[in-house]
């Protein structure tokens, strides 16, 4: 069982906008700003899509934006594109001694 | 640009050991983090732990402890990470992941498949 709650899977069409929850804990997700968000195509390495809650790396797409409340952080995706067809896993920091702890994955699917 | 690339795929008996490497291009090696963070088939994330490649330092996941190595070579640019008594559990792909900061694996490596079976 992963330390942060995402749903199982999401789904949407072409064109629409989804959000997939991550439900920590006020020691992890609820005490730090520093969430982030990994998508995973299958057979290849996660990418860092947004860390530090909300902040996205150079070269990725600002229709993936991330934000918080309490111990619930988020990730949505705009415009859902095919290639956006992935697993996505949230991470959070949670202290000095257990370091991260990770979500258990949401595979999006697009319709 | 950063790259990491990883040692090829391997397959153990159980209770043999493993060892997977990670060398890291560009100037990069000393200035970050470097993390081990497995994935077992169809499962997901989980972190192994940490070393810094500057000294050496280490930090263990508790469920690793005692059965994981970290090491590094600063002379090649590679870190290291060995696993002993493998059990049938702990097939899985294995990543090298850098950290710039604190909680966040910005590259990744290509992932190392280790298959544990008698």
């Known amino acids: 069982q992963s330390a942060l709650t995402q749903p199982a899977s999401v789904s949407g069409s072409p064109g629409q906008s989804i959000t997939i929850s991550c439900t920590g804990t006020s020691r992890d997700v609820g005490s730090y700003n520093l969430v982030s968000w990994y998508q995973q195509h299958p057979g290849k390495a996660p990418k860092l899509m947004i860390h530090?809650?909300?902040k996205r790396p150079s070269g990725v797409s600002n229709r993936f934006s991330g934000s918080k409340s309490g111990n619930t952080a988020s990730l949505t995706i705009s415009g859902l594109q095919a290639e956006d067809e992935a697993d996505y896993y949230c991470?959070?920091?949670?202290?000095?001694?257990?370091?991260?702890?990770f979500g258990g994955g949401t595979k999006l699917t697009v319709l | 640009q950063v790259h990491l690339v990883q040692s090829g795929a391997e397959v153990k008996e159980p209770g043999a050991s493993v060892k997977v490497s990670c060398k890291a291009s560009g100037d990069t090696f000393t200035t970050s983090f470097m993390n081990w963070v497995r994935q077992a088939p169809g499962q997901g994330l989980e972190l192994m732990g940490i070393?810094?490649?500057?000294?050496?330092?280490?930090t263990y996941g508790q469920k690793f402890q005692g059965r994981v190595t970290m090491t590094r070579d600063t002379s090649t640019g590679t870190v290291y990470m060995e696993l002993s008594s493998l059990r049938s559990e702990d097939t899985a792909v294995y990543y090298c992941?850098?950290?710039?900061?604190?909680?966040?694996?910005?590259?990744w490596g290509q992932g190392t498949l280790v298959t544990v079976s008698s």
């Open positions: 070393i810094n490649p500057s000294g050496g330092s280490t």
């Open positions: 991470c959070s920091y949670a202290g000095s001694s257990t370091y991260v702890v």
């Open positions: 530090e809650v909300r």
């Open positions: 992941a850098r950290s710039p900061d604190v909680g966040v694996f910005d590259y």
